[in-house]
């Protein structure tokens, strides 16, 4: 099945830095979504991006799907950034997504 | 607007023990999915469903059992739970095919199997 590649896995910040986010994925897809998971666990869906570039506020993302991979930028980090970010791909049935394994990203005071 | 609510949030099991969970959504949504989180492992998909009383299986279904007999619920079975079985369970809804849509997220169920 497709493989969904994350890194890193761990990101430590300041706040107010920036920070780019990457997601590889092992075959062509129609769907790729990134989401936050809160430090209460909530899953939030940040951005549907199966090509091209989104924008919303601090953050954006790039999905180039012709290279397999896509790309979240956060700048000017919040404490309130902390979290998991995960990237999410169509399953080859197209029926289901398929998580990566997340990027655990800290951002201090 | 609810969204995707779960039912209950948290729950302990002694090894052996049957419970169901269940997943509304009131988004009017064809598809509805199941997933377990463990640490390290991201969000494995365990069922989903593409419609009213149709199920599929995931990359993990072994132990678990899913109905949709409604639209709007999706439930998740556990027979005989195991320690195994310990995560964290998210449920999910889409309209259409994960190709052309947002899939929308419950709070999760802490599950704990002794």
């Known amino acids: 099945g497709i493989q969904v590649e994350q890194s890193p896995p761990d990101l430590i910040l300041q706040e107010g830095a920036n920070s780019t986010l990457r997601c590889n994925f092992s075959?062509?897809?129609?769907?790729l979504q990134w989401f936050h998971q809160n430090p209460w666990g909530q899953l939030i869906n940040l951005f549907y991006?199966?090509?091209g570039t989104k924008q919303n506020g601090r953050l954006s993302a790039t999905t180039v799907a012709t290279e397999r991979y896509s790309l979240l930028y956060i700048s000017s980090s919040q404490t309130t950034d902390s979290g998991v970010y995960f990237c999410?791909?169509?399953?080859?049935?197209?029926?289901?997504?398929?998580f990566g394994k997340g990027t655990t990203l800290s951002v201090s005071s | 607007n609810a969204g995707v609510t779960q039912t209950p949030k948290f729950r302990v099991l002694k090894t052996g023990q049957s419970m169901t969970l269940l997943c509304a959504q009131d988004m009017n949504h064809e598809y509805m999915y199941w997933y377990r989180q463990d640490p390290g492992m991201g969000l494995r998909l365990i069922h989903y469903s593409v419609g009213e009383g149709t199920t599929a299986k995931g990359e993990v279904p072994d132990g678990y059992n899913v109905s949709r007999l409604k639209k709007q619920n999706f439930l998740l079975g556990l027979e005989s739970a195991a320690p195994s079985q310990t995560s964290v369970y998210f449920c999910?809804?889409?309209?259409?095919?994960?190709?052309?849509?947002?899939?929308?997220f419950g709070q999760g169920t802490r599950l704990t199997v002794v």
């Open positions: 999910a809804s889409s309209y259409s095919v994960p190709t052309n849509t947002e899939a929308f």
């Open positions: 999410a791909v169509e399953n080859q049935a197209g029926t289901a997504l398929i």
């Open positions: 991006i199966p090509s």
């Open positions: 075959d062509s897809v129609n769907n």
